[in-house]
């Protein structure tokens, strides 16, 4: 068995719990890896509105999104193929009553045909623009939009088929999603993305996702991006304003296209992106443009900044077919204590400019955050 020391980056382990992993016909005990990440942070929260100000402190994990513990492995098995597994678990719910639950669960199977992987995974757009962010906050719920291929959830009942790669550095990946809701195939997916890099300096991307509404629950409302809003009395307060197209029914199609560009130039790699987005056979839509920059300082700290605006049309509701604006930023300072430790500073904010009931109104909201990450 190996030795587990505080230096070791993912811990070993090659003991009883492989077992379960023993293929039939006698191969050996596939090797399983024990992986996390602790982070948390001093989160200050505004929303400023027609009402004044609401202010919110808490402490959160702002730049990994949850506190996450997580088992893998793999082994070779028959006819040269590789077998592969993931299950992780996140902390969620208030302080008070924090709970572990399932965050990713797959299974894979890999060889010269590619990969085919089963469970409960990311969307083939997250993976695209999340590898690209320079604020890696694509990942926090507060700092992000509610783009259906960008959902900070997993997609549960998934298979995902990865091609294998004919051209170096060239990547596709296709994604199935099959839906919760029994006999309305509501949220039902597809999903893909084409990926070209050099793995150095530039990275090139294009996903598209199709996703069938929702009648109630995630996925019924399609909204703008709300940066610096986390509180869920605000959000409900702030819903009328921010959505798009809200489902009474169910299964209709959500579609979005997304494209990323970065280059890394040496002294700093400038990432450009943008993404659109409609609900088929309304006016639903929303296309937002962004243009980020990573600059590694030192080899200790490193800058990241990100700018964004949506231009939004709504397709249901009292408002249908009026406009509205969002423009966000979000900044992201870290500090490498070691390879595992990470000091940072977050900060964001957006502003909001269209029609309400009532009368034009603006709304801005913000957040700064101060925290610290391990991974193990």
Do not use: C
Not at 124 to 144: E, I, K, R
């Amino acid at each position: 068995m190996k030795k587990i020391t505080s230096h070791t980056p993912l811990f070993q382990l090659n003991t009883l719990m492989a077992g379960a992993l023993l293929a039939v016909g006698g191969h050996a005990v596939a090797e399983v890896s024990l992986s996390g990440t602790m982070d948390q942070a001093y989160e200050d929260v505004r929303l400023y509105n027609h009402t004044g100000l609401t202010k919110l402190t808490r402490i959160e994990p702002t730049l990994s999104n949850y506190n996450q513990l997580k088992f893998s492995g793999s082994e070779q098995v028959d006819h040269g193929l590789k077998a592969s597994f993931e299950i992780s678990f996140k902390d969620v719910a208030d302080d008070a009553d924090k709970q572990a639950r399932n965050y990713l669960s797959h299974i894979a199977l890999s060889g010269g045909f590619g990969s085919i992987k089963v469970g409960q995974q990311w969307r083939p757009m997250f993976n695209a623009v999340a590898y690209s962010d320079p604020t890696q906050l694509v990942y926090v719920p507060g700092f992000v939009g509610t783009a259906s291929g960008l959902s900070t959830e997993p997609l549960s009942n998934s298979i995902t088929y990865n091609l294998p790669s004919l051209v170096p550095g060239l990547f596709v990946q296709l994604q199935k999603g099959f839906g919760e809701s029994a006999g309305s195939s509501q949220g039902d997916s597809q999903g893909m993305n084409i990926i070209f890099t050099d793995g150095k300096k530039f990275f090139v991307a294009y996903a598209k996702n199709i996703e069938k509404m929702a009648a109630s629950g995630t996925g019924a409302d399609f909204m703008g991006s709300i940066v610096g809003v986390g509180a869920a009395s605000q959000l409900s307060t702030l819903k009328p304003f921010f959505t798009i197209y809200s489902s009474t029914t169910g299964t209709e199609r959500r579609k979005g296209d997304g494209f990323i560009l970065s280059y890394d130039f040496g002294p700093a790699k400038v990432v450009y992106g943008t993404l659109s987005e409609s609900v088929e056979g309304t006016v639903a839509k929303q296309d937002m443009e962004a243009v980020g920059i990573k600059v590694p300082v030192t080899h200790k700290i490193n800058f990241g900044y990100i700018r964004s605006k949506s231009e939004n049309t709504r397709g249901s509701g009292q408002l249908t077919g009026t406009n509205f604006t969002q423009s966000g930023q979000r900044m992201l300072v870290t500090y490498d204590f070691s390879k595992r430790t990470t000091a940072y500073f977050a900060k964001g904010s957006a502003k909001y400019d269209g029609p309400v009931p009532v009368v034009n109104r603006e709304f801005k909201t913000s957040i700064n955050a101060v925290g610290i990450k391990h991974t193990f």
